[in-house]
């Protein structure tokens, strides 16, 4: 929460399926994280805030630390998402 409230992007709010789980078995987290990706229509543009072990089952890799990944929305029968950007962190 702080750093998603330090970025300054708008409303901060919390989600149990951004929390980190390096259970890869944790259906029901998962399930959440791809709905509220794929389900996301806007105004604006959806920031999502967690750690690399959260984001893995979803986009099938780990970011590196402080990387900015842009996802694409799949929604549909699979809900989800494809990458279409990596952004690495300032040197």
């Given at each position: ?16 399926a ?47 630390q ?25 040197q």
């Amino acid at each position: 929460m702080d750093t998603a409230s330090l970025m300054a992007v708008g409303q901060v709010e919390s989600s149990w399926a951004l929390l980190p789980d390096r259970d890869p078995n944790a259906p029901i987290r998962l399930r959440e994280l791809k709905e509220i990706v794929s389900n996301w229509r806007g105004p604006g543009t959806l920031v999502l805030v967690t750690h690399g072990f959260t984001i893995r089952p979803l986009i099938g890799i780990i970011p590196d630390q402080a990387e900015t990944v842009v996802l694409r929305p799949t929604p549909g029968i699979e809900p989800g998402a494809h990458i279409v950007g990596r952004i690495t962190p300032p040197q």
